[in-house]
């Protein structure tokens, strides 16, 4: 397993895909911070939200990435050296599932340091409780994390390097907008607030006694928060308000189950897979 | 012409791809439809998801051109004698036609579950045909970007993350530009040359049509619809000469 690990690390900073996605990744980080620093100069006094919310960002860079890199591995027969050379399906699974990790968090890192940098230089600060950042970036770290296992899966098991791009790609923009979707779904409120003008001409803000005929509650509400949380995308679309939601300490258990289950999915299905 | 026309139709109708994708944009819409819950009027059913065709028909143009040079297609037909300008168009010709069938058939579905479920008839018939062509007519541009990509880069994975990534980016650019559109003739110009901003209009269009249906203007639609055809050939222009200068090694 260390041999693979090494081999796939030498390859990965020979990579001219990971050297690319790497630049795109801290141009992200820089126009991300510069965009927001021309819209307003008191960004920089909320770092901390500033870098959190840009983990849909690295997500894709990671996904084009990854079907890259992987994808590579089958069209120049390195797989297929691995395996006559004896190494078990089960540690190049592994050994790929690591250095896909250690690629998208030096993605995440390369972003981070960027917007830290410049933040810094503008006299910044984290704006935020040193315990609710750490709680953003177990959520941020923990979805990148399933994100990896997911896009392994889909790298190791499609062999064409061009349908697990377009695959991993229209998983990501599929996620992301049926996040977006169920975070407006869920976020409609359970009572509908209205003006009123009263008798002596000022307009009030009141709240209807009725309950919001729109508002979702019940098994619907489980089901879309549960399909919220478990999609890769989930958890760092609520990252993107720069916070996390109520009962968003749970968030990271999700990722944790969905890289596990990834995972035990991807192994067998590679061990069963035929090569050709 | 023809003769490539031809072959590259029967070919269409066997590309995975193809059917994938004009999958991929009647299912997405309807889960979307199934999450929201909402029955809306046939004109926001039929074009408030008008980017889910339109990116799924940048996917299967990039995938089919991209098939042409990864098979070796390509070759043999320059080998034959048939020249490089043809065989560019004929590409073009045929991710058109692909893109409107599946434009074709999403709205299709739409309009099928639209009615099945009762929702209001709330558009005129010289409407309907005018955004239908606006909206084909942004897909004929970005078909064209789509071509210029796929037949430039060699490589079909690292031509489908491009083109990804531009569409996305595109789309992305077109919130941008809007704002800037307004004081500036450059950012303007960018803006309606942009494929997705058509597409974006309409949208806009859309939302303010299911809050009041008396507000709408023909002559915001029309304009869009030189842009896109003026990229349209622009980007086919460019690309049919680039192409014919490319090494193909």
């Known amino acids: 397993m260390s041999r693979l690990l090494r081999a796939n690390i030498a390859r990965l900073w020979k990579s001219r895909a990971f050297w690319i996605c790497f630049a795109a990744a801290a141009a992200d980080g820089l126009t991300r911070f510069f965009s927001a620093y021309c819209g307003s100069r008191e960004c920089v006094e909320r770092l901390g939200g500033m870098l959190v919310s840009g983990g849909t960002n690295v997500m894709f860079i990671a996904s084009i990435f990854t079907a890259l890199y992987l994808g590579t591995e089958y069209s120049n027969g390195t797989l297929r050296n691995k395996l006559i050379l004896g190494h078990k399906r089960t540690s190049v699974y592994f050994a790929n599932l690591v250095t896909v990790l250690a690629g998208t968090f030096i993605y995440a890192a390369a972003e981070w340091l960027i917007t830290l940098a410049a933040g810094m230089i503008t006299g910044g600060s984290l704006g935020m409780e040193t315990e609710e950042f750490l709680m953003c970036a177990a959520v941020y770290v923990c979805s990148l994390a399933a994100l990896c296992a997911v896009n392994t899966l889909i790298g190791i098991i499609i062999a064409s390097k061009s349908c697990a791009v377009v695959t991993t790609l229209a998983l990501i923009f599929g996620t992301i907008i049926i996040s977006v979707t169920l975070m407006q779904l869920l976020s409609i409120p359970k009572v509908a607030e209205h003006l009123e003008t009263a008798e002596t001409g000022t307009v009030r803000l009141a709240i209807s006694s009725e309950v919001n005929p729109l508002y979702i509650d019940g098994t619907r509400r489980q089901v879309y928060t549960f399909l919220n949380n478990v999609l890769p995308c989930g958890p760092m679309c609520w990252l993107e308000n720069g916070a996390l939601p109520e009962g968003g300490e749970t968030l990271p258990m999700y990722s944790i189950g969905v890289f596990a289950v990834s995972t035990a999915v991807g192994v067998p299905v590679f061990r069963r897979k035929d090569l050709k | ?249």
């Not at chain 2, 995938?63 to 390509?74: A, F, H, P």
């Not at chain 2, 800037?180 to 806009?204: D, G, H, K, R």
């Not at chain 2, 249906?213 to 002559?219: G, I, Q, S």
């Open chain 2, 1 to 249: 012409m023809s003769r490539l026309l031809r072959a590259n139709f029967s070919r269409l109708w066997k590309t995975t791809a193809f059917w994938g994708c004009m999958f991929f944009s009647v299912a997405v819409p309807m889960f979307m439809e199934i999450l929201d819950g909402i029955i809306h009027g046939i004109f926001v059913e039929m074009y408030n998801t008008t980017p889910i065709p339109l990116f799924f028909s940048a996917v299967f143009a990039v995938m089919y051109i991209g098939t042409d040079n990864s098979e070796g297609t390509l070759c043999n037909r320059l080998i034959i004698g048939i020249s490089r300008v043809k065989i560019y168009l004929a590409n073009f010709v045929t991710v058109s036609c692909g893109m409107l069938l599946i434009f074709a058939v999403s709205w299709a579905s739409r309009l099928t579950y639209t009615i099945v479920r009762g929702g209001r008839i709330d558009i005129k018939a010289e409407n309907l045909a005018l955004y239908t062509v606006v909206c084909l007519a942004a897909g004929a541009a970005m078909m064209a970007v789509c071509t210029l990509l796929a037949t430039l880069i060699t490589s079909r994975s690292v031509a489908t993350a491009v083109t990804i990534s531009l569409t996305i980016g595109m789309f992305a650019a077109t919130l941008n530009l809007f704002n800037f559109a307004q004081s500036s003739f450059a950012a303007e110009l960018a803006y309606n040359m942009l494929p997705t901003s058509q597409v974006s209009e309409i949208q806009t269009n859309v939302a303010f049509m299911d809050s009041s249906p008396e507000v709408f203007t023909l002559a915001r639609t029309i304009e869009p619809l030189w842009y896109s055809l003026g990229a349209c050939v622009s980007f086919t222009a460019v690309g049919a000469l680039l192409f014919r200068k490319k090494n193909l090694k």
